[in-house]
Each structure stands twice: as C-alpha cells, then as structure tokens.
C-alpha cells in the first residue's frame, strides 16, 4: 500500500513570495490533514478535510494561507504572501490514525 | 495551559530499562489517543492508539489511559537505542478535531 505523497521536498523562497505544497493522501482515505511544525514543537493542525469538505481550519491564518482538496483526493496549501516566521515542515496526514508523508521543508529568506 | 501537555525531556534511561513518557490533556471531550514516534529531520510515524480506559499492549509497547485523571502514557520495555527519539502524544475530540503536545525527547542509552 503507497503510503502519503507530498511534493515538493524542500523549498526555499524569499519573504512576500508565493509558494504551493501538494498532498496525495493513502488511496481511500476520506480524511486528510495539513500540518506546520517548527523546530523543537509539536505539530500544529491548519486545515482538517473530509473527502472535499472542511471538517476544522480554525488555526489556518486565513489572510495568508489557503488550502482545497478538490474532488476529495489530492490537497494543495498554498502560502501567499509568505513571512518569515512561515519557515517550518508542512505535513500532510490522511486516515483518522494519521499516517503522516515525508513533509515539506521550507525556509523563507 | 496548552490543550496537551508533555515533558520536554530528554528523558535518559540505559539500554533494557523500562522507559515511561506521559501526556496530559485538558478537553474532557478527548475520545482517542495516539502515541507517534518522530526521529530527528523525519515525519512522525504512528506507533500505537488507544480508545478505552485501561492498558493496551503492543510488543514491546504499552499504552495506558485514564481518562477520569486525564492522562495517557506510553511504556516502553527492554528500550533499545533505536529507540531514542522525540515522542508525540496527540489527542482528538469526538468532533476529530486533533491537538499534538510538543513532545519528550528520549535517549536511550547502551
């Protein structure tokens, strides 16, 4: 079984640019999650999906960022403009036990 | 107070020993318990989930909830250095709304 997908790995902008992070959850999976961890946290839930519907996003700083997961499948999160305390790994977790994919790094210069 | 409380750490304990990590949470409403492990530059990764008052086994692992005293803890037996990394106790509402403490940072050592 293909475990969570998330694209790019790394990335690094300069601050007030844009950037887009792709998830492809565990096939079936109604449930899909966006998560930010800064070095040394926990990580902190963005946005929480059922099929295409938005379950919890009350922590998404919705003047900056924004995310959709048309069709119920596949999840983008997009940041725009970026800060500099945007810097940290964006995870993407799918299935009500969060089986977590390898994370987006990114750094903001 | 943070809606899921862990001990930083580092928690040391020698190769073998029995190692305790421990997670408070303050929503009565909590309804099921994950424990994750995360090594350093890597995403977490699930290693046990528990439901119900009491204790649940698995392997080498052995979760324990108490949900009247609200707190939960992860046993780890005849601990190895392989398992030295940071622990994640997260917790989900029955809404499924999902909340991470910061986790304990384990070394085993040899």
């Known amino acids: 079984e293909a475990g969570v997908a998330q694209s790019p790995r790394y990335k690094i902008i300069e601050k007030r640019q844009s950037v887009a992070f792709w998830c492809n959850p565990i096939?079936?999976?109604?449930?899909l999650y966006w998560y930010q961890q800064i070095l040394g946290q926990g990580p902190k839930l963005l946005i929480q999906?059922?099929?295409?519907?938005?379950?919890?996003d009350s922590q998404l700083p919705k003047d900056r960022f924004s995310a959709e997961r048309l069709k119920g499948v596949d999840s983008t999160l997009k940041i725009q403009p970026a800060k500099l305390e945007d810097s940290a790994v964006y995870l993407c977790?799918?299935?009500?036990?969060?089986?977590f994919g390898p994370g987006t790094r990114l750094t903001v210069l | 107070q943070k809606e899921v409380e862990q001990n930083s750490g580092p928690l040391s304990v020698p190769e073998g020993a029995i190692a305790s990590l421990n997670c408070t949470y303050s929503?009565?409403?909590?309804?099921?318990f994950f424990w994750y492990r995360q090594y350093s530059g890597k995403s977490p990764e699930l290693i046990m989930f528990?439901?119900?008052?009491g204790d649940k086994e698995d392997g080498r692992f052995t979760a324990q909830l108490n949900k009247a005293s609200q707190y939960v803890s992860l046993l780890i037996r005849d601990s190895q250095p392989s398992d030295s990394a940071t622990y994640l106790c997260?917790?989900?509402?029955?809404?499924?709304?999902?909340?991470f403490g910061d986790g304990t940072t384990l070394t085993v050592k040899p």
């Open positions: 997260a917790v989900n509402t029955n809404a499924g709304k999902s909340t």
């Open positions: 999906f059922q099929n295409n519907g938005v379950v919890d």
């Open positions: 929503d009565r409403g909590s309804q099921s």
């Open positions: 528990i439901y119900s008052n």
């Open positions: 096939s079936g999976h109604a449930t």
């Open positions: 977790a799918s299935g009500h036990e969060q089986f």
